[in-house]
């Protein structure tokens, strides 16, 4: 496998990496695309299949491990699979695109080690604990039982940050999100001014 740059937003489950890495789709200057990953876990609220994600069965996804068809795979939640398909990464490389991955701790470095060179992974910091407690409970789209699943392996999670290329703390949604554009931005060497180019709020 070669071709673009690999760009990994990990971190905790309600750290706000999502909206950082929608963020930086949006910037044209850094010919970024999503990587959309396979899951076995079911669909939320708005998400559409080959959109936000490709949804499959526990046996579909389990048959593509078996076909080593991922270029990673984490079992992220009991029985919720979640897995970057390497026709995925080689379909937005032909298409000149450098790709961005919303994916877990586990997966990003794993990327990375196989990619050191062409990857960069940033480790999105949450507040506190209790921050994401607050922020999961208020995107209301899990049971407790869920939400408490996430906050368990946030702990774990977040001992992993020193193990990332970069690590930006999201205390200040606009801060974040003007550094993540700069790392990004230098990464790929594109010709860009966050400063300048981030609309004034
Ligand atoms: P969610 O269920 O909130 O969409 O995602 C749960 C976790 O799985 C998040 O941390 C998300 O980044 C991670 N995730 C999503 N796709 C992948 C993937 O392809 N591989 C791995 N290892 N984790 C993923």
Known sequence: MEGG????????????????????????????????????????????????????????????????DFLEWEEVYRDNFYGTLMSEVERLWKAGKNVIFDIDVAGGLRIKKKYPEQTLAVFVKPPSIDELKIRLKKRSTESDEKINMRIAKASVELATAPQFDKVIKNY?????????????AEFVGADNNAEEQEPAS
Do not use: C, W
């Open 5 to 68: 740059k690999l760009i990994i937003f990990s971190a905790p489950s309600g750290s706000g990496k999502t909206t950082i890495v929608h963020h930086l789709l949006e910037q044209p200057e850094l010919n970024l695309a999503f990587s959309i990953s396979a899951t076995s876990r079911p669909r939320r609220g708005k998400e559409k299949h080959g959109v936000n994600y490709y949804f499959m069965s526990i046996s579909e996804f389990k048959k593509h491990i078996k076909n080593g």
């Open 172 to 184: 200040d949604l606009e801060k974040a999100l003007k550094e993540a554009h700069q790392l990004v």
